[in-house]
């Protein structure tokens, strides 16, 4: 960072990879909390050497420089005060004779980053540090085993746990659209040994995943779920019903991801062909950038947290929420290739189908939706889930137009209730309980606050809630999303 961008941080409001601290003569003991959240999310500068005051900053300058920098960077090489040895590097600056120390702390590779316990693990959400919530930090333990939990073999299994149906169309899937696949024409046993659904005879987590039987998968990955539903609204409180339409529970991805593009042709436009998913491998309709969203979301998702994947079609967009956060920075989304599979295993089945990208995350073929529609394909992502948000365009037609009408794509930039942006503006970057919220909102009636301000900015995207899992945890609390965070901003 050279001298004249450290100005214009300077001169700006907000930053989520920034943090000024005065440091006049020692260490502030709080900006270890701020080293925690810098290395658990995606890096940032700490300058010591400036005062904050409201939102105007006074360069006041540190006075034992070489201490300073060698206190902050023994803390972080010593490995006593956080549970993995940190690295940081400095800058100085030199303002009217007073020394500024800037120091840029990565993200680190190995998370969660804590001081002394878990509990004081922090992460970083608009413009300041926030402790992490046990869902978050259970979220970058399991990330830390991404890789290679999908291919874990489970002790007692056999191919016989394995679904024969979704055995017999996964194949035969295989036979129409990858002819040339080595492995095809193998025997059962033979061909789940090839491509790793199972291995020495025993199933791995990923091939029980995609192709096993209800109570198998339900053993062994007890919060297996990909819950799909069509929303005749823009959201769940303006929808004259909950859904219209709800995919029960399947045995496996497999079964769950047929059923589900099925049900998304009806929204979109998409050339007829006699296949079973009536899909081309390279048709480039909306059919198919959706089917690479799809693809995404069931190869990529965290299946080991208590949330589950989410697929939901309202009247204006298609959302595909996923547990598990992208794996690499979202600012590199559109201009850079990632290949950095959460599970390896499931991915490689889709691609032996060819219904995934060989390379990344298929971000491109997603993106084809813009050029087809007109309307925008957003991702958000926090630490604990990650989004897709298919924008209805001009060029959409089928059943979601015939659902709402023109009048509903006219709108498709949904206005944000106020109610919705009152809660969110309250919010901001700290964590609530509805008691809490109540009192600061001035409001008495909890069922009003509930149906109005609090399940539509949960339903939508904005809030999220410490304990996902459990709504009615007693220590349950509500903080903003990325979506929530760009609301306030």
């Known amino acids: ?4 961008e450290l100005l214009q941080k300077l001169s700006e409001i907000e930053w989520d990879d920034f943090e000024c601290k005065r440091a006049q003569d020692k260490l502030p003991e709080d900006v270890w909390s701020t080293v925690s959240a810098f290395s658990n999310t995606s890096g940032g500068w700490i300058i010591f050497g400036v ?48 020394l500024v120390l800037a120091f840029f702390v990565p993200s680190s590779i190995v998370k969660p980053i804590y001081i002394g316990n878990p509990i004081n693990t922090y992460i970083r959400t608009g413009s300041g540090d926030r402790r992490a919530t046990e869902t978050e930090v259970m979220a970058m333990m399991r990330d830390q085993a991404f890789g290679s939990k999908s291919e874990q073999v489970v002790e007692g299994t056999s191919i016989n746990d394995l679904n024969k149906s979704s055995l017999e169309t996964y194949r035969n899937h295989i036979r129409n659209d990858n002819p040339t696949f080595p492995y095809k024409d193998l025997s059962d046993e033979q061909f789940c040994e090839k491509v790793g659904i199972s291995k020495d005879g025993q199933l791995t987590i990923g091939g029980i995943l995609m192709l096993g039987q209800r109570d198998i998968v339900q053993r062994h990955i007890s919060n297996f779920w990909i819950d799909y539903l069509e929303i005749p609204g823009k959201s769940l409180a303006d929808a004259q019903v909950r859904y219209s339409f709800r995919m029960q529970e399947q045995d496996n991805i497999w079964e769950s991801y047929q059923i589900i593009l099925q049900r998304l042709r009806n929204f979109v436009d998409a050339p007829y062909e006699a296949r079973p998913d009536g899909v081309g491998v390279e048709d480039e309709s909306q059919l198919y950038a959706l089917r690479e969203g799809l693809t995404n979301c069931c190869a990529h998702a965290d299946y080991f947290s208590p949330m589950h994947p989410t697929i939901r079609v309202f009247a204006d967009r298609i ?37 995934g990208e060989n390379a990344g995350y298929g971000i491109d073929k997603m993106l084809i939706w813009e050029k087809l529609t007109k309307g925008k394909v957003e991702f958000t992502s926090d630490l604990v889930c990650s989004t897709i948000t298919y924008w209805f365009g001009e060029q959409v037609s089928g059943q979601a137009g015939g659902q709402a009408g023109e009048q509903v794509r006219e709108q498709a930039g949904e206005q944000v209730r106020e109610q919705v942006r009152r809660l969110v503006n309250v919010i901001r970057e700290d964590a609530y309980t509805v008691s809490d919220l109540l009192r600061i909102l001035h409001l008495k009636g909890r069922r009003n606050f509930l149906e109005n301000y609090l399940n539509p900015a949960i339903e939508e995207g904005y809030v999220l809630r410490a304990y996902p899992d459990k709504p009615k945890h007693p220590n349950q609390r ?11 901003k």
């Open 478 to 488: 509500y903080y903003l999303s990325e979506k929530g965070l760009k609301l306030v």
């Open 1 to 4: 960072m050279t001298k004249e």
């Open 51 to 98: 005062k904050q005051q409201g939102r105007s900053f006074e360069i006041t300058g540190v006075n034992n420089g070489e201490k300073t920098e060698s206190d902050f960077l023994n803390t972080l090489r010593n490995g006593q005060k956080f549970n993995m040895r940190l690295t940081a590097r400095g800058q100085k600056y030199i303002f009217d004779g007073k």
């Open 319 to 355: 959302e595909l929420q996923n547990p598990g956060r992208f794996m690499f920075p979202l600012s590199e989304l559109r201009t850079q290739i990632h290949s950095i599979p959460r599970n390896p295993n499931l991915i490689k089945f889709f691609r032996y189908a060819k219904l």
